[in-house]
């Protein structure tokens, strides 16, 4: 969680374990900026992220067992 008052500019996914299934998406548009099945890699924030909300979401039925994922992001 990004502290208030302060902008994450983009977001780098570290690392997974087990086999995690999920996304991070704009809740107010359902628009999908990442899945789980894309490649990891550095993701951008449509709009400069300023003001708005990005929720990351996974599927526990889907995962394995004891799967997590590791996001570092850029705040300003």
Do not use: Q
Request: proline share 9%.
């Amino acid at each position: 969680m990004v502290p208030r008052g302060r902008t994450a500019g983009c977001f780098t996914i570290l690392a997974t374990a087990g086999a995690p299934v999920w996304k991070i998406y704009d809740p107010g548009t359902g628009a999908l900026l990442y899945s789980s099945g894309s490649p990891i890699a550095g993701l951008s924030l449509p709009g400069g992220g300023a003001g708005k909300l990005f929720k990351m979401e996974m599927d526990p039925g889907a995962s394995t067992p004891g799967s997590s994922v590791t996001i570092a992001y850029i705040e300003y």
